[in-house]
């Protein structure tokens, strides 16, 4: 369906992301509750009906609908470049009251809440170019809980691939049920500490099961599934085989006396949602 | 076992459940999150506006939505219980708080203080907003709001069989986390 409105496109992107979950983890979900039993099946359970009375209601799965972070890969040759900055904010503050969305943004001085989902910095946006006329744009709306487990380890190269693998199985252990596991753990292994750290976000926004093309990182990527796996944590921390739903890891040059680690964690409610805008000012939420 | 249970909740009702049991309740609880619980130990009990003894204590920030017919819980799931763990005990002494719900998991602090008092601490699956707002009857009343804002002022809400609620603390000291790993 194709539809004009940019601040109008946007608002609806928002809305399905808060409101249905791709399949990729509903399914994961599926998955992982047909392994458990006892306390741990009955919570993914009532995950998965709370995801579909979501869904038809048109509600927010969680009432914690995060922290809106952008990510934006611009057609050069765009003509809706210019304002979307400010059509991002509006339909965040739009679909506060539309939607609606929990007012989660504080002044981290004054500790002022504006009521609307925006302020310094924030929606976050995150940019990249690329060639044509399209500008592609997915939301990941982070919640608190699971962001709180975010880490950065600058590692001693010595440490290796099995220092990272340590260094991730720990954090993700330490963290027991406050992520509101099962969880999907971003990695970013490489470049200086904020491109780690904006690494392992990003490898967020990747399916569920799908893994790095380089086969050593998606060897790796299994290894952590497992070690994570077998600790037992399970869902919410109560006990159980599934704490990560899947790891996904993006990579990055390094300073040769530097290993930085990344981590940053995504609840069980994995929402992202992505939508195109066109050169002729249509737009579709995919 | 499974248990059906209406607040106000005796310590008789307390003890007879155990770590791993399943509690779906009816009647009053209270949300509160990091300001409402450091409000509540600044207070005196006395000037309290409600009864934390006779309810539930719901580690939630709901999304609230206001109607021409009054508040409506829109979605409201729990929120991180272990950063209240610093001040959670003393709440409980204060004022005798029978049943706390949450997710993530407590401390040790708290596991005694509940032991202690007769109170315990279960888990609702963290994420699921949407049903704990169908639980949800009405909204009885609102404290702090503009103390506090919608986010983290207390609102007393009417449930009626709210959970899975899983029983991690019981009031007999014991703990359902895994390996006893207890937040610090």
Redesign the interface.
């Known amino acids: 369906m194709k539809q004009r409105g940019i601040k109008a496109g946007i608002v609806a992107l928002l809305t399905k992301a808060e409101t249905e979950l791709p399949h990729d983890v509903i399914n994961a979900l599926r998955t992982a509750c047909s392994r458990e039993k006892g306390?741990a099946k009955?919570?993914l359970e009532?995950?998965l009906?709370?995801i579909q009375?979501?869904r038809h209601?048109g509600?927010?799965?969680?009432?914690?609908?995060g922290i809106q972070s952008f990510f934006v890969t611009a057609g050069v040759k765009s003509p809706y470049l210019s304002g979307l900055t400010a059509s991002i904010t509006a339909a965040v503050k739009h679909a506060t009251t539309a939607i609606?969305?929990?007012?989660?943004t504080v002044d981290p001085v004054s500790g002022k809440?504006p009521?609307d989902n925006t302020g310094e910095h924030i929606p976050a946006i995150t940019w990249d170019l690329c060639e044509g006329d399209d500008i592609w744009i997915t939301v990941l709306p982070k919640?608190?809980?699971s962001e709180?487990m975010s880490r950065l380890g600058m590692l001693k190269p010595s440490a290796g691939l099995e220092g990272v693998q340590q260094f991730v199985v720990e954090e993700i252990v330490k963290a027991?049920?406050?992520p509101?596991p099962p969880t999907i753990v971003g990695i970013g292994i490489g470049g200086g500490a904020d491109l780690a750290v904006k690494l392992a976000k990003q490898a967020l926004l990747r399916p569920v099961g799908q893994r790095h093309q380089n086969r050593r990182v998606a060897t790796l990527e299994r290894k952590i599934t497992q070690s994570i796996n077998a600790?037992?944590?399970?869902?919410?921390?109560?006990?159980g085989k599934t704490t990560v739903l899947d790891v996904h890891i993006e990579t990055a040059h390094r300073h040769p006396a530097s290993l930085p680690v990344g981590i940053v964690v995504q609840?069980?409610?994995d929402r992202r949602a992505t939508m195109v805008i066109h050169a002729d000012g249509t737009w579709e939420v995919k | 076992m499974e248990y059906h249970l209406t607040t106000p909740l005796s310590p008789e009702k307390i003890r007879q459940l155990h770590c791993g049991d399943i509690v779906y309740l009816t009647g009053e609880v209270f949300t509160a999150r990091d300001k409402a619980h450091y409000l509540m130990l600044q207070k005196r009990r006395q000037d309290i506006p409600f009864s934390p003894s006779e309810m539930a204590l719901y580690h939630c920030g709901p999304l609230v939505k206001k109607t021409k017919a009054g508040w409506q819980v829109v979605s409201a799931g729990p929120t991180t219980s272990n950063r209240m763990e610093e001040v959670m005990g003393r709440l409980i002494r204060k004022y005798n708080i029978p049943f706390i719900i949450g997710k993530g998991g407590m401390g040790r602090r708290t596991r005694e203080a509940l032991r202690n008092h007769v109170g315990v601490y279960a888990a609702y699956p963290g994420g699921v907003g949407a049903l704990a707002a169908d639980a949800v009857q009405t909204v009885r009343d609102v404290f702090w709001l503009r103390e506090l804002g919608v986010l983290e002022a207390v609102w007393v809400l009417t449930v009626k069989e709210f959970g899975p609620l899983i029983i991690v603390f019981d009031a007999h000291g014991r703990s359902l986390l895994h390996n006893n790993a207890e937040h610090q």
Do not use: H, Y
Request: charged share 10%.
């Open positions: 306390i009955i919570q009532i995950i009906k709370n009375v979501a209601t509600r927010p799965m969680c009432q914690d609908t609606p969305l929990r007012p989660n809440n009521g919640g608190g809980g709180n027991g049920g406050s509101c600790s037992g944590i399970g869902p919410m921390g109560l006990g609840c069980w409610a």
